[in-house]
């Protein structure tokens, strides 16, 4: 089993930023693939970000390249997902979850979520 807790959302004007946590824990992880989704009112849930622990490899939705970063730091055993020059359609609940060996931009290859956590920009 492995757990995940986000952390870090909040009230943010447009062309603001945010950074948000995912702490994880559980299991050896060193083979998975942490992501983070965002599911926004009356929308799917999407993908964002991801990231292989125990590489470098990092993807992005195209709608938030060049705007949104994932990193990870091992010791603390935490991914974040740094938010910059954030929009109002940045506004979602974001998960963190986890998969093993390869990235997907698929919810359903994720076996482990989070809670959550709510992100609003406002104009």
């Known amino acids: 089993q492995v757990q995940l807790v986000e952390s870090g959302g909040g009230l943010v004007q447009t062309g603001g930023s945010l950074r948000l946590s995912c702490a994880v824990s559980?299991?050896?992880?060193?083979?998975?693939?942490i992501g983070w989704f965002r599911q926004a009112p009356g929308k799917e849930r999407e993908f964002v970000a991801s990231?292989?622990?125990?590489?470098?490899?990092?993807y992005y939705a195209d709608s938030v390249k060049g705007r949104f970063a994932i990193s990870r730091v091992s010791a603390k055993n935490t991914v974040y997902l740094q938010m910059n020059t954030l929009k109002t359609e940045d506004t979602a609940v974001y998960y963190c979850?986890?998969?093993?060996?390869?990235?997907?931009?698929?919810?359903?290859?994720?076996?482990?979520w989070g809670q959550g956590t709510q992100v609003t920009v406002s104009s």
């Open positions: 990231i292989i622990w125990s590489g470098s490899s990092r």
């Open positions: 979850a986890a998969r093993r060996y390869l990235s997907s931009y698929s919810q359903h290859d994720y076996d482990y």
């Open positions: 559980g299991r050896t992880f060193s083979n998975y693939v």
